[in-house]
């Protein structure tokens, strides 16, 4: 089964894509759903953060403080790294047990859509992602999209855009770039055009590239 490894930035529109793959018949696995369920009550992850960043991590009704856990990895690298240590290794696990059972129904592709795909190292050869497909934007347009998404000022959201790969890097080591300086209509027909080709390719055995 080939694998798709669908990535971009914040705000660059990866999730309008990912939908797009979703409606025209892909299977989807959604990491950021993933990070979800590892973080709930009661899952180790959660209480691994709690021992680490502390007990205001927790909000009363016992689920992960969201805002204020993001107010500490994306002001200190080493914070995040901490995190991603605890919340990487079980994403990934569920990853490839999904991958698995895509592969037993006898798919003959799967996306997989990550948005820290080439920060966690997965855009090196040997991953168990075959082709990267990336979604950009230009820097000012995913700033002010984020600005408005998030309610946050020009300074804030700088520095969650800083704390990832640039676009422009990501869309240099893909296979396939599907550009979002269009409208959300443009671009989930530009994934739904790359699902189609994909399609064709696989059926008629061409090789992978990694």
Not at 84 to 113: K, N, S
Not at 167 to 192: D, F, I, Q, S, Y
Request: hydrophobic content about 45%.
């Amino acid at each position: 089964m080939l694998v798709v490894g669908l990535t971009g930035g914040m705000a660059s529109g990866k999730s309008t894509a990912a939908a797009a793959l979703e409606a025209a018949g892909a299977p989807v696995l959604r990491s950021d759903t993933l990070a979800r369920e590892v973080v709930a009550p009661g899952g180790s992850a959660l209480a691994d953060i709690v021992r680490t960043f502390g007990p205001g991590m927790l909000r009363p009704d016992g689920t992960l403080a969201r805002a204020a856990l993001a107010e500490v990895i994306f002001a200190d690298a080493t914070a995040r790294r901490r995190l991603e240590a605890i919340t990487h290794p079980p994403i990934r696990r569920r990853t490839l047990e999904w991958l698995a059972e895509r592969a037993r129904d006898g798919m003959p592709a799967a996306v997989c859509d990550i948005p820290l795909l080439f920060e966690v190292g997965l855009g090196e050869p040997g991953s168990f992602i075959d082709r990267i497909w990336v979604v950009s934007v230009g820097e000012e347009t995913q700033l002010r999209r984020l600005m408005a998404r998030d309610g946050l000022d020009r300074s804030a959201a700088l520095a969650r855009l800083r704390a990832q790969w640039p676009l422009a890097e990501k869309a240099r080591r893909a296979h396939l770039v599907l550009h979002n300086e269009g409208t959300p209509e443009e671009l989930a027909a530009a994934a739904r055009q790359a699902w189609s080709a994909l399609h064709v390719e696989v059926a008629g055995g061409r090789p992978r590239d990694r």
